[in-house]
């Protein structure tokens, strides 16, 4: 796999902050696959319903945010609603000699805040990033998370083991595998088991955040070919521009 790609997708839109910003609509459940609709809404019940409900009563809502998934941030401090989240894991991986690499923000427009939080072992053979989101649902704020950590074999495939999520990894050249715990010692017990399989490379713990926002990259290039995110309109843009003036 070829990680140090930096081939944009994607058309551009304009945005504040530079000339051009790759915004993507992530969470437009009319414009996905059936196939791939079922691992996001969660349940054969519930994946039934939604086909449904989009043949016969397509949504008429329009996109409340818009996400650059492609870049990260780097941050010296994450929204304050984030922190306890990073905290805790932050305490856990330290036990196990885990020291911290980075903080980054994920930009978007409209109500919507990501940030990754990174860490490493200090010879490089596991990294560690967590992810938390808060967007807006209704009138709530919504908090969603995952982590995973991440080792190359020798051979340039990158093996993932992490929490549960919607849309896990498939790309060719990625190895995952979900642990349906919240424990980072138990998901890291996992990881080591699996690192068994073939020789593992070294990343130095610098490295790991332009590897991250590479793998960034790509996932986004795999999640556009899947059809589960799609590119922003300049319309799509603006209207939500519009909102967050209002």
Known sequence: MNRSSTKRVGPRSAGQGGPHRDLYIIDDLDSIPAGELRSIVGGTGAWVKA???????????????AVEMGRLVPARHVPKRMVKYFDALRSKL????FSANFEATVPAIGPYSAAVLGMSRPDGDVHFV??????????????????????WFTDGTTLMTGTETEVPPSRPGV??????????????KKHRERMRRRPIGVLSPP?????????NREQVEDLLRRRIIRPATPAEVARIRMKMRV
């Open 130 to 151: 967590a992810h938390r989101v808060t967007r807006q649902v209704g009138h709530e704020l919504v908090d969603d998370g995952d982590f995973r950590f991440m080792s």
């Open 175 to 188: 190895d995952f595998a979900a642990v349906p715990s919240d424990d980072p010692d138990a998901v890291l």
């Open 94 to 97: 330290q036990a196990q000699n």
């Open 51 to 65: 086909i449904v409900r989009r043949k016969f009563r397509p949504s008429q809502v329009s996109p409340s945010y």
């Open 207 to 215: 490295e790991l955040f332009a590897r991250v926002e590479a793998e």
